[in-house]
């Protein structure tokens, strides 16, 4: 039960997971006084975001740990504030993968000598 001055929203998170495959999932964004806590669970995975200063970062800091984790094409939506039922009223809020690393082309040499076993580069 919430206590007078806390207030949860619940929003849902979708995306791939790890595996690609495609989830759904609510996230529940506390509000305690001037603090933000998220909390989603998904299979086994339980991920609890403390002290965000707004709503937006807590969901900001879902998002990062999933995308940490190897899940990609993530957005939320506010179903619910508070008591009230919001549908899909509100608007999807996409979170952009993360920029695949560069890994450096290899000259022909490099490649030549990887064929042969010489050198890591």
Known sequence: MESPSSMTNVHHI????????GFNRQVHVISQGTAYQARLR????????ESSLTEEE?????ALTLQERGYT???TQRI???EQ???NQELWVD??????????ALSWLQ?????FGQGNN
């Open 73 to 75: 094409q993530l957005r």
């Open 80 to 82: 619910f504030q508070g």
């Open 111 to 115: 490649r030549i000598g990887r064929l």
């Open 95 to 104: 979170y952009p993968d993360p920029e695949p690393e560069e890994v450096p």
């Open 42 to 49: 998904y299979e086994a995975l339980q991920i609890e975001i």
């Open 14 to 21: 979708s995306g791939l997971d790890d595996r690609e495959r």
């Open 85 to 87: 039922y919001l549908g």
């Open 58 to 62: 807590a969901l900001q800091r879902v």
